[in-house]
Nanobody, 115 residues
Framework: VQLVESGGGLVQPGDSLSLSCAASGMNFALYVMNWYRQAPGKQRELVAQ???????NYVDFVKGRFTISRDNGKNTVYLQMNSLSPEDTARYYC??????????WGQGTQVTVSY
């Protein structure tokens, strides 16, 4: 199983960024897909989740700004991030969960929001 994130970069406050996570080696449609992030000195935290039946869930601090989506035909999950602020600066990780025993992480992609 491999999860490969892409789309990170350096943007200014107020800008948008779209992350992608391409999965391979797994039956993608069966997995709950999550985006986490980890800022320096902080714990990794859940940002958004999309279920097998395409229901999206968000943590409060990204509601209305971030949108998670998936394309099972492309084995890819996306995170559209709008109205970015410096507080969104973190390494963003893709996470796949089949059940309590079967979980996978990507290597992450860095998002930096700064002038």
């Amino acid at each position: 199983v491999q999860l490969v994130e892409s789309g990170g970069g350096l943007v200014q406050p107020g800008d948008s960024l779209s992350l992608s996570c391409a999965a391979s080696g797994m039956n993608f449609a069966l997995y709950v897909m999550n985006w986490y992030r980890q800022a320096p000195g902080k714990q990794r935290e859940l940002v958004a989740q999309i279920t097998r039946d395409n229901k999206a869930n968000y943590v409060d601090f990204v509601k209305g700004r971030f949108t998670i989506s998936r394309d099972n035909g492309k084995n890819t999950v996306y995170l559209q991030m709008n109205s970015l602020s410096p507080e969104d600066t973190a390494r963003y990780y893709c996470h796949a969960e089949l059940d309590w025993r079967t979980k996978y992480w990507g290597q992450g992609t860095q998002v930096t929001v700064s002038y």
